[in-house]
Each structure stands twice: as structure tokens, then as C-alpha cells.
């Protein structure tokens, strides 16, 4: 399983979001690090297949996505968790995954399983039968991550996923990303930590362009140590952007 892009770039109106963006991921979590701002979350709407691209080309799985119908029958293998996700108050935990589970496309003898596999992965599974409107923040971004994992898909993106975590739970996160390790997986956070601990690649963005493509090793190993930041991987990080963005 891969996705690939190739000289992907995006627009909005006449603000260029993302520039002549090429990668090719396999199995693996990679992370994504950039500013606010930087084409993120533009990029992985594009891989998301929400976004056709403006040019290039984006491979998922050796198919060519370019037009609704190769897009509609990608989808099926992508679980995809937006920074903020809309759902009904009313629609109950379990159905909501349930629900994810129909829309990729699982056969309908695997939602339950699939849902409730999903549930305790995330430890909610106890939490089925509630509605979602009674759910507190940090449980609400719980049920995101098991609607984007139900059923295992191919291709997982997930945007800001840690958001609303307390400390134990972006632990039990990082499991689930360890056990999610045979997927194309891409971390979308502001928490370099995250990163450090539970990727094997990483993606650096600013202006829409990729700045650094390599493993966590070296993008640490290519840092300043006059430059602010906590850990050397912090430090390396804020040396790649221009200097307008480490000054904001």
C-alpha cells in the first residue's frame, strides 16, 4: 500500500496553498509539522481525496485519483479525522462508528466487530449507547480516532487527532498508532513530542512547500543549538522555517 503525490499544488482563488508538493508514503506513521497556515490541512484534504488537485497528480495505491468516480472508490480505503469533524448530538457513539464502517465501504457482518474493535481501542467502548452530545471534549475527539481507524483502512490522516487529550490519554494514542504501523498513516500536530515518540518519517511544511523529507534521526541531527526550543528535534524543526515564521 502507498500513497503517492506528484508536483501536487493547490489554490485558493490567487493564494497559492500548496507548491509542486511530491511524496511517496508507505506503510509507517509519518508526521506532518508546519506553522498555521502552512498547507496542512490542505494537504491532507488532498490526500483525503476532498480536494482534487489543481495539478500534479496523486497516486493511492497504484490508482490514479482524477476525477469523483476513481476519488469515490479511493475513499473506501482512507479514514479520515479533520481537525474538526462535524456528527449529529443525537447519533449514539457506537452507531456514529458504525455509520464510518457502512461508508468504507465494510461489509455490513463487520460493523459491529469493526466498531466495537475501534471503541476499545480508544476506550470508549463503554461509552457505546451514550449520544454523542453527552460526550466531554476529550471523548468526542476519542470517537473521531475510532471513526477514522474502524476497519483498518489502508491510508489513515489524521488532523490535530491529540487535541483535547489529557497526558494518559495522548499515551494510549501513541499506542494506537504503534498498532496501526501496517497502515499508511500521516500525524497532522503542533506536538513535536508526538512526533518523536511515534514516528518513523517526518514531513516538514512552510508556504506550501516541503522543506524536509526524512526520519525524525535526521531532522534532529540538522539543527542549531542557538536556536529557542526544548529538544533538538524542536530546535531543527524552527531552523527550516524562514524567519518570519519562527519569529511570530
Not at 480536494?51 to 497528480?57: F, I, K, L
Not at 479520515?80 to 448530538?89: A, E, H, T, V
Not at 476519542?142 to 494518559?168: F, K, M, N, Q, Y
Request: charged content about 25%; aromatic content about 4%.
Amino acid at each position: 500500500m502507498t500513497l503517492e503525490l506528484m508536483g501536487v499544488s493547490q489554490r485558493y482563488g490567487n493564494v497559492v496553498a500548496l507548491r509542486e508538493v511530491s511524496a511517496r508514503l508507505k506503510p509507517g506513521v509519518t508526521g506532518l509539522l508546519g506553522p498555521n497556515g502552512a498547507g496542512k490541512t490542505t494537504l491532507l484534504r488532498t490526500m483525503a481525496t476532498i480536494m482534487p488537485p489543481d495539478a500534479g497528480v496523486l497516486h493511492i495505491n497504484g490508482v490514479q485519483v482524477n476525477d469523483e468516480r476513481s476519488a469515490r472508490s479511493a475513499r473506501r480505503h482512507v479514514g479520515y479525522l479533520p481537525q474538526s469533524f462535524g456528527y449529529d448530538p443525537h447519533m449514539r457513539v457506537g452507531d456514529f462508528v458504525r455509520y464510518a464502517a457502512w461508508l468504507r465501504g465494510l461489509p455490513a457482518a463487520q460493523w459491529d466487530a469493526g466498531a466495537k474493535a475501534a471503541l476499545s481501542a480508544v476506550d470508549l467502548l463503554d461509552r457505546a449507547t451514550i449520544k454523542l452530545k453527552k460526550l466531554s471534549g476529550g471523548m468526542r475527539q476519542r470517537a473521531g480516532i475510532a471513526w477514522a481507524i474502524v476497519g483498518r483502512p489502508a491510508v489513515i490522516l489524521l488532523d490535530e487527532p491529540t487535541a483535547g487529550l489529557d497526558p494518559r490519554q495522548r499515551l494510549q494514542f501513541r499506542k494506537i498508532l504503534t498498532d496501526l504501523s501496517d497502515s499508511v498513516v500521516v500525524l497532522s500536530t503542533h506536538i513535536i513530542s508526538d512526533i518523536d515518540s511515534t514516528c518513523d518519517r517526518v514531513l516538514v511544511i512552510s508556504d506550501g512547500q516541503i522543506r524536509f523529507d526524512g526520519s525524525t534521526a535526521e531532522l534532529s541531527r540538522s539543527g542549531r543549538d542557538d536556536l529557542p526550543g526544548h529538544t533538538s528535534l524542536e530546535r531543527a524543526y524552527l531552523h527550516l522555517l524562514p524567519e518570519q515564521e519562527t519569529s511570530r
